[in-house]
Nanobody, 115 residues
């Protein structure tokens, strides 16, 4: 059974930082491209960042130079370091593989950035 469990969210002031973590089980993690997504209130879920099996990364334009995705294949985790946060970064953050599998979506972790 595949489980992706996100953690690390919270309430932070604008300009602050958070580090999210996604722990994976039930998949051969090291062969999966992993990604972070987010869903703001009233909006569709959107892509944030991905990291390939070879640790090549790609970011949405809105988070480039502020967010850093990383992975630890020994721990089966993918992290998202988020700096210089703005209220527009508020939302529920999820991880998934690429390609996405609907059954892999977890509960997500809430990030709230106050102005």
């Amino acid at each position: 059974q595949v489980q992706l469990v996100e953690s690390g969210g919270g309430l932070v002031q604008a300009g602050g930082s958070l580090r999210l973590s996604c722990a994976a089980s039930g998949i051969i993690f090291r062969v999966k491209t992993m990604a972070w997504y987010r869903q703001a209130p009233g909006k569709q879920r959107e892509f944030v960042a991905l990291i390939s099996t070879g640790s090549v990364t790609n970011y949405a334009d809105s988070v480039k130079a502020r967010f850093t995705i990383s992975r630890d294949n020994a721990k089966n985790t993918v992290d998202l370091q988020m700096n210089t946060l703005t209220p527009e970064d508020t939302g529920v953050y999820y991880c998934n593989t690429i390609p996405n599998f609907p059954g892999y979506w977890g509960q997500g972790t809430q990030v709230t950035v106050s102005s």
